[in-house]
């Protein structure tokens, strides 16, 4: 059965601290690596990851993927209380996309 | 703001009863996804449609159904409610028929409670 797995669940940081979000996975015909921010409303894209290796940017967020460990991780620099939020992971199959039960990430001021 | 769109915001009903959820695309995608969100379950992709045809299909209840329309917009369907159905209700859209290929983007949800 395909899975997502995301660690930690919860994690509660100052500003101006670095974080790193893991996600793991089994995908059934693996096209993509997702993330997505949640912040009591609709996902927000963030990344879509596709070959393995090449870091995607976009300000203080990047992130990479690993195919071989089948493992992604999301990098966020100098954290503000802005990125306080529920970060998703999904891997996307051939069908659909099955995401992991997210990282709520707390930063604290 | 993603560009796609859902109504109702919010939708209270009883067991038993059926309610429709509505959706519209970003202008260009032509393939819709609905999700199902709930606090132990996460997440849990439902059912896809690209330009008008069912193109997968997830974990979606037989009480549930949806359709997409020639103007691309979707419309889901829950019949026969129960409470364990309330959750929130997720459109996504995308430009291509691979829900894995292409980036999707969502709307703002329906919050469905059943009493």
């Known amino acids: 059965e395909d899975k997502v797995v995301q660690s930690p669940l919860s994690l509660v940081v100052h500003e101006g601290d670095t974080v790193t979000l893991n996600c793991s996975y089994e995908v059934t015909n693996f096209r993509s690596l997702l993330w997505y921010k949640q912040e009591k409303k609709a996902p927000t894209f963030l990344f879509m990851l596709t070959s393995s290796g090449i870091e995607k940017k976009s300000g203080r967020l990047s992130s990479i993927l690993d195919k071989k460990e089948l493992f992604s991780i999301l990098n966020i620099t100098a954290t503000q209380t802005g990125d306080s939020a529920v970060y998703l992971c999904?891997?996307?199959?051939?069908?659909?996309?099955?995401f992991g039960k997210g990282t709520k990430l707390s930063v604290k001021p | 703001d993603s560009g796609v769109t859902q109504t109702p915001k919010h939708l209270i009903t009883a067991t038993g009863q059926r309610v429709t959820l509505r959706c519209s695309p970003r202008s260009g995608d032509l393939s819709v996804y609905w999700y199902q969100q709930s606090l132990d379950q996460g997440l849990q992709f439902l059912i896809q449609?690209?330009?008008?045809?069912?193109?997968a299909k997830g974990n979606i209840l037989e009480r549930f159904s949806a359709q997409q329309f020639p103007d691309l917009h979707s419309e889901l369907n829950l019949s026969s409610l129960e409470l364990g159905d309330s959750a929130l209700y997720f459109c996504?859209?995308?430009?291509?028929?691979?829900?894995?290929?292409?980036?999707?983007?969502f709307g703002p949800g329906t919050r469905l409670t059943v009493t």
């Open positions: 999904a891997g996307g199959s051939q069908g659909n996309l099955i």
């Open positions: 449609y690209y330009n008008g045809e069912e193109r």
């Open positions: 996504a859209s995308s430009v291509g028929p691979s829900g894995g290929a292409y980036e999707q983007y």
